[in-house]
């Protein structure tokens, strides 16, 4: 049974936020609100590459209610954002999700993306009902490519300039191991 992230998920450095109704509302008012109503520094440059993305990320496709489709990620000690990680369910199959991530250029080579997304993917697995998890990147972004790898996931096909990645709970084991 799938079901909608409710709760914050916490990593050793990061609370992970979900974005919901009245935060996505925030986004919409404006960097200053948004950082009030997180309760979180939120820095110019995410705001600028992000901010309109968390202002979009509620999403109907769950059930009923209205659910979030991303989660904002925070640093615990620091309390400022450092990214954010996107999933949704794959319009390709039944249990599929997608997963994308986008951390703030200065928090970049950190290992937040992996741990940030890594929550995620084990949230999805574990409680949404996730059989399979699926990433895209174009292939020129190497970083992008590690940080994939480090998390599981398999090369499953290269059309044009995109690889497309896939992660199963095995694979995901496999990797925690």
């Given amino acids: 049974m799938t079901q909608a992230l409710t ?11 979900p ?21 979180a520094e ?21 059930g009923p209610a209205p659910a979030p489709t991303r989660v904002v990620a925070i640093h615990r000690d620091l309390g400022s954002i450092v990214g954010d990680v996107r999933f949704e369910p794959s319009l390709r199959a039944p249990r599929e999700f997608e997963i994308g991530y986008g951390i703030a250029r ?4 950190l290992g937040y993306a992996t741990e940030a997304t890594g929550a995620v993917i084990d ?6 009902g996730a059989e399979t998890i699926i ?22 096909s290269t059309p044009n300039r995109t690889f ?8 995901r084991s496999a990797t925690q191991a």
């Fill in 7 to 17: 709760h914050a998920l916490l990593t050793p450095r990061l609370r992970l936020e």
């Fill in 19 to 39: 974005v919901t109704p009245a935060l996505a509302a925030a986004a919409r008012a404006g960097q200053a609100v948004f950082a009030d109503t997180i309760g």
């Fill in 42 to 62: 939120a820095p110019s440059e995410w705001c600028a590459a992000s901010l309109g993305l968390v202002a979009r990320s509620i999403s109907h496709a769950w």
């Fill in 106 to 109: 200065s928090q970049r080579r």
């Fill in 123 to 128: 949230w999805l697995f574990d409680k949404a």
């Fill in 135 to 156: 990433a895209g990147c174009d292939r020129d972004n190497v970083a992008s490519v590690r940080t994939l790898r480090r998390l599981g996931f398999w090369l499953d």
């Fill in 164 to 171: 497309w990645w896939m992660i199963t709970p095995e694979l």
